[in-house]
């Protein structure tokens, strides 16, 4: 049952990648446990980057609607889901937000994931890449307790560096760990908060985006 489950969320999955690679729209699929900071550092990101480029946002939520208004305040599209206790986006669900955006006036599309390590790592969305974001206010050991969500994705962000001074997470033995795992991660060192290191992580965004638009055939 859970197989087929997944082997059909799989196909929705590969027909929402067929619709975003139709208008070059570069869709990256944020994963977290909750509480990490995926809607602050969302937040931060489109700040950064919404001069440059034009931002839509899928939102996914178990209950509330108050992230998807913090990110519709940076004035981008934002489109919610709520899972209604769901504790992962499906392939299907996205496909119905997809429909409900602007795609062809879009150059990035983040999907918001559930705040869980788990099912997401498994529930492909039809995104170009997963990003894992991993807080320093959690446990270094979190990359060795939920390996395949490292493993699916490309990219780490490292959030709340501002806050590692109070905890102790060890930011050498996680990168490690991390690298362990998966070699080919990019990792980035954030505080989404203070704004250290988001500039390397948008840059790396905005290449991504930029080889999207190329490598597509018009
Ligand atoms: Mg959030
Ligand atoms: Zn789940």
């Known amino acids: 049952m859970a197989q087929e489950l997944l082997r059909a969320n799989e196909e929705i999955a590969r027909e929402n990648r067929a619709v975003v690679d139709a208008q070059k729209l570069l869709t990256i699929n944020l994963i977290s446990a909750p ?3 995926k809607t602050t550092l969302l937040e931060k990101t489109i700040a950064g980057l919404k001069d440059d480029l034009s931002i839509g946002v899928i939102e996914g939520d178990i209950y509330t609607t108050r992230d998807a208004e913090r990110i519709a305040g940076q004035g981008v599209a934002v489109v919610q889901i709520n899972t209604s206790g769901g504790c992962h ?20 599309l983040f999907i918001e994931n559930v705040g869980n390590l788990v099912c997401p790592a498994e529930f492909h969305l039809g995104e170009d890449y997963k990003v894992a974001v991993l807080s320093v206010t959690e446990g270094s050991d979190k990359p060795a307790k939920y390996p395949l969500v490292f493993r699916e994705a490309q990219a780490v962000v490292i ?38 290191g988001m500039e390397a992580w948008c840059i790396w965004l905005k290449a991504l985006v930029h080889q999207k638009g190329q490598s597509v055939m018009q």
């Open 89 to 108: 986006l499906d392939a299907r669900m996205v496909a119905t937000a997809l429909q409900a955006l602007p795609l062809n006036m879009l150059d990035l």
């Open 159 to 196: 959030n709340k560096t501002d806050l590692l001074p109070y905890t102790d997470f060890a930011l050498d033995t996680a990168v490690k760990e991390l690298k362990s795992i998966n070699s080919i991660l990019e990792i980035f060192n954030v505080s989404a908060k203070n704004g250290a």
């Open 35 to 37: 509480g990490a900071g």
